[in-house]
């Protein structure tokens, strides 16, 4: 806290930073100051708010890092329970209603034999995926396994390195997202199923070869994938615009330019959100309560901070919302594209909860609200209290 005060006081005496005030209060729009970042100074505010906030976060017996970073590992775990679409980001158990899988997928669980790069010393290590998952989703659970306590900076990439199946009746193959990059068109990617993986397949891996293709997710351009530099100096291979990837979802039919697709899957989503069926719904209810605890004790943690002097929209639009989207600025942590929607659900449910409008449900209110509404009473009493405490 004697950081943060001495922060607020450098704040307070910037001659910058008064003139940004003083013109909200001219313009008699100081209740949305640091709402949006307008200025390159409430954008340095921002960061400078949540450097000063640092010392209290990192404090392992008061601050509320354990709390955020628990959270974080409770949505990657629950999500990566059920399939992934490596393409969309679409899950099975988001919390999110736009990034719901809402395909028919293949659940069974595979257990796997994995010799790590130069363990052949050591016994392999057991490592359980699901059918439906992509080459490179295995890749980054066997990651997950072998570096579970490491930092995320001193781990390998998926792209780094090959797995080699040892099959006892086909020999040796080396398993990649596409086995066959150089065919032009709409592709899907490869998968457990697609190799027909059994259980206590032995895998092995490799140092990547030059020809080996790894699907990067988390981008909306479906061709985005990592090559070596030997297919990039190759005038011969295929242009990588001429080749889109789909993996769990269906890709759209008719013409496959993008410009097109996009206006169709825009088409879809709307008439799917506006019709969620009750199934989805149940599951939506199902996945928050399995990380209900972790959740609470976010809130509770948020709630908890008694930090003076500072405007509701800066503390909690500016540092926990910020902070909740994007755990990778405190933790060094790998950042999941799947879990980006889910973490916007926890952020948006914090600032409904500080909120001092209160909007009427009904059967247009957006499902994220409807999830967190039988909580947002006891929260909006915590933040009542945090709010008084932050306005002074």
């Known amino acids: 806290m004697r950081h943060l005060n001495s922060f607020n006081d450098n704040c307070d005496n910037a001659i910058i930073f008064k003139h940004i005030l003083k013109l909200y209060v001219q313009n008699r729009t100081l209740h949305i100051l640091f709402r949006r970042s307008e200025s390159v100074v409430e954008k340095l505010f921002s960061l400078c708010f949540i450097i000063s906030m640092y010392p209290y976060l990192s404090d392992i017996t008061y601050g509320p890092g354990r709390p955020v970073f628990l959270l974080y590992r409770a949505l990657k775990c629950q999500t990566e329970k059920g399939p992934i679409d490596a393409v969309t980001g679409s899950s099975r158990y988001s919390l999110s209603e736009q990034k719901l899988l809402r ?20 016994s392999p ?40 199946w040892r099959c006892p009746k086909r020999g040796t193959i080396i398993l990649t997202d596409d086995d066959k990059p150089n065919v032009k068109g709409m592709k899907k990617l490869n998968t457990v199923s697609f190799y027909n993986l059994p259980n206590n397949a032995l895998l092995s891996m490799q140092s ?27 005038a011969t291979m295929v242009n990588r615009a001429d080749v889109h990837y789909f993996h769990l979802s269906n890709p759209p039919s008719g013409v496959f330019s993008l410009d097109k697709r996009r206006k169709v899957n825009d088409h879809e989503n709307g008439t799917v959100l506006r019709n969620i069926p009750e199934v989805y719904l149940t599951r939506l209810l199902t996945s928050k309560g399995t990380i209900q605890k972790f959740v609470d004790d976010f809130f509770d943690a948020a709630s908890s901070c008694t930090t003076p002097s500072w405007k509701t929209n800066a503390f909690i639009l500016r540092f926990w919302v910020n902070l909740i989207k994007n755990p990778n600025m405190l933790f060094d942590i790998q950042r999941q594209e799947f879990l980006d929607s889910t973490l916007s659900v926890i952020g948006q449910t914090l600032i409904d909860a500080c909120s001092r409008s209160q909007f009427p449900l009904g059967k247009e209110s957006p499902s994220s609200k409807l999830l967190f509404a039988k909580d947002i009473s006891r929260l909006v009493a915590n ?8 306005v002074g």
């Not at 306590?149 to 781990?155: K, M, V």
């Open 383 to 390: 933040s009542k209290i945090l709010i008084l405490i932050i």
């Open 103 to 122: 395909e028919s997928v293949d659940t069974q669980v595979v257990t796997l034999l994995v010799i790590p790069l130069d363990g052949f010393n050591q």
């Open 125 to 164: 290590l057991i490592c359980r995926v699901l059918r439906s998952d992509t080459i490179s989703q295995v890749k980054s659970k066997i990651l997950d396994l072998i570096y579970k306590s490491h930092a995320f900076l001193s781990r390998l990439s998926v792209d780094q390195f090959d797995l080699e």
């Open 208 to 234: 990547r070869s030059p020809h080996s293709f790894t699907y990067r997710s988390g981008s909306s351009d479906t061709t985005c994938s990592a090559w070596s530099l030997a297919h990039l100096l190759d």
